[in-house]
């Protein structure tokens, strides 16, 4: 169960205000990406906790998407985890560690809360430390609105308790091979809490404040019929591809700037009318009709015994790929027999906002050939 205002959809009704309220009685169904987050958010506790020696129960029996590489990960951030902690101790015998910390954020969020994936206090510094098992979309910790909601719940928690000066804020996304570190001072984030967190969700509660849209709207359960979304993408139509014959370079510009979002918006237009069209509702010019299908066993296990009595090899022959390698070989293992056997080819040049992280390429077409 999630808060209407909640700290994971806070980069939402940060932006849009009204967000909130008009998806407030749509169902959220959640993607099956959302469910693979929640079986790898299991097992990472299991395994944390577990290193911690604390009470845990083993989630893999019930977890419908674990598999060789989610254990993997999960493993590589109990060891982050722990290797941060080892670093903490030696300027701080005893610090406080918490896993899966429920936090009330409600003093600033009208009735939201939370879950601290987790929370290491030492030293007047205030770790908050966030898996993400997402591989579409790097998420960073500067100024992760998210975040510093946990930071503001953890700090109603454990104020009174400890001396806490400054907040630290992490994120570990192994499948991006993205650690983001990022910190504000207790001042800092108490002003924002005040002057900018307050104030939008007192306004989203109510259903008040404005409609903006951006690249936050496809996190939006309401992203499907919100007509100010639909305006946003639908300003592309102003530009006239009959006359001149050929877009001015700062025309492409401007295209290129909303063509992710655009794709978006029409594959959640197109999803939600299937689902409106399935439970009776008729689109002038539209019918729903069986799909592209393809042919699969039925017993997979009956098929290879059949195969094998008519004296045929029913299996193909591969060789795993290197993360499968390297969970059957362990990582040092890996390391010392194949190290010099692998490598990372450059990646396909992609045309991306100048706001991404990545350097630029100097030249990009002649750098690109030089280097294949």
Known sequence: MHALLSPSSAHIWLNCNRAPMMGKDMPDTGSEYTREGTDA??????????????????????????????????????????????????????????????????????????????????????????????????????????????????????????????VE??????????????????????????????????????????????????????????????????????????????????EIAAVLAKVDELVSWAGDIKDYALEQALNGTHYDGFKVVEGRSVRKYTDETKVAQTVEKAGYDPYEKKLLGITAMTSLLGKKMFSELLGDFVTKPQGKPALVPESDKRPEINNAKTDFKEEN
Not at 192 to 209: H, M
Not at 222 to 242: G, S, V
């Open 41 to 166: 958010h299991s097992l990472c506790e299991y395994l944390l906790k577990t290193a911690l020696g604390m009470d845990a129960k083993d989630p893999v029996p019930d977890l419908d998407y674990y598999n060789s590489q989610m254990q993997e990960y999960a493993e590589g951030y109990r060891d982050f985890v722990i290797e941060k902690l080892q670093q903490i101790k030696e300027t701080c015998k005893d610090p406080f560690v918490c896993v899966e910390q429920s936090l009330d954020i409600s003093e600033y969020v009208p009735e939201s809360f939370g879950t601290g994936d987790c929370i290491i206090i030492a030293d007047g510094v205030m770790s908050i430390i966030d898996f993400k098992y997402g591989l579409g979309v790097i998420v960073e910790a500067e100024n992760n609105p998210q975040l510093m909601c946990y930071a503001l719940g953890a700090l109603a928690m454990f104020d009174d308790i400890y001396s806490i000066d400054e």
């Open 169 to 250: 804020m992490v994120i570990y996304q192994p499948r991006r091979e993205n650690i983001s570190t990022w910190r504000i001072t207790r001042t800092e984030l108490l002003e924002w809490a005040k002057d900018i967190l307050k104030p939008a969700a007192d306004l989203a509660i109510k259903g008040e404040g404005t409609f903006v849209a951006g690249e936050h709207c496809r996190f939006c359960k309401a992203r499907a019929i919100c007509r100010r979304r639909a305006e946003y993408n639908l300003e592309l139509a102003r530009y006239d591809f009959e006359q001149p014959d050929t877009l001015t370079d700062t």
